[in-house]
């Protein structure tokens, strides 16, 4: 079956400009994960969906960062005013269930961001 | 706040050594994990250790996980050039989502 798929693949913006990424998670999974790797930093945790659940946020870095899932599929992760400190690679993962027992997480390829 | 510290943050090897990679913690974790990445991919799980002095196998890749469950190391024997990659380890938050060591560039030449 088709695996977790992220748009665009690649992204290059201006400082201050917004920006939209798309994850389309495996069909049936319900929970959702987004993650930022940056650079010398490894894979850094952002924000999670579980199903209809209120996301969990903890890991958004500012305000500038926000996510939805719409209809528990897909998700979208929108980084307002960019800073060229937000250029990283941002990857999603889905898995069936979550908690701190939950199913594997299956990856997309992610998507570079470049802010100039 | 848990952190997993990974050493060495970079390896280059000749084909044919055998490697050793650190994943540790001052925080105990009920699981760990492992990913290979390549470049362009999201990170593929490679194995998860659950129990304390856990030791699993995966052909030439050898995981162990600690007594205390603090700490885990991947050894790799013969290493071929089809191993290079960006290897992870990552244990689980409270949430699911899934705490990173900053990972290991292995780069084995021919």
């Known amino acids: 079956g088709a695996g977790v798929s992220q748009s665009p693949s690649n992204k290059v913006t201006e400082k201050g400009k917004d920006v939209e990424l798309r994850c389309d998670p495996i069909?049936?999974?319900?929970?959702l994960y987004w993650y930022r790797q940056s650079l010398g930093q490894g894979l850094e945790f952002l924000i999670y969906?579980?199903?209809?659940?209120?996301?969990?946020k903890s890991g958004l870095p500012s305000d500038r960062f926000s996510a939805e899932r719409t209809g528990g599929s897909v998700s979208t992760l929108t980084i307002q005013r960019t800073q060229q400190e937000d250029s990283a690679v941002y990857l999603c993962?889905?898995?069936?269930?979550?908690?701190?027992?939950?199913?594997?997480?299956?990856f997309g390829p992610g998507t570079r961001l470049t802010v100039l | 706040t848990q952190l997993l510290e990974q050493s060495p943050q970079f390896l280059s090897i000749q084909e044919g050594e055998n490697l050793t990679v650190y994943c540790n913690s001052s925080?105990?974790?009920?699981?760990l994990q492992w990913y290979r990445q390549e470049p362009g991919e999201g990170p593929v799980l490679l194995v998860t250790v659950v129990t304390g002095g856990e030791v699993k196998k995966l052909k030439r890749l050898t995981f162990q996980f600690g007594d205390a469950r603090k700490d885990s190391s991947l050894h790799i024997t013969a290493a071929q050039p089809g191993d290079t990659g960006l290897y992870l380890c990552?244990?689980?938050?409270?949430?699911?989502?899934?705490?990173f060591g900053k990972g290991t560039k292995l780069s084995v030449k021919p």
């Open positions: 969906f579980q199903g209809n659940s209120a996301p969990d």
């Open positions: 069909s049936g999974h319900t929970a």
């Open positions: 990552a244990g689980r938050g409270s949430q699911g989502n899934l705490i």
């Open positions: 993962a889905s898995s069936r269930s979550s908690g701190p027992n939950g199913n594997e997480q299956f």
């Open positions: 925080s105990v974790f009920s699981s």
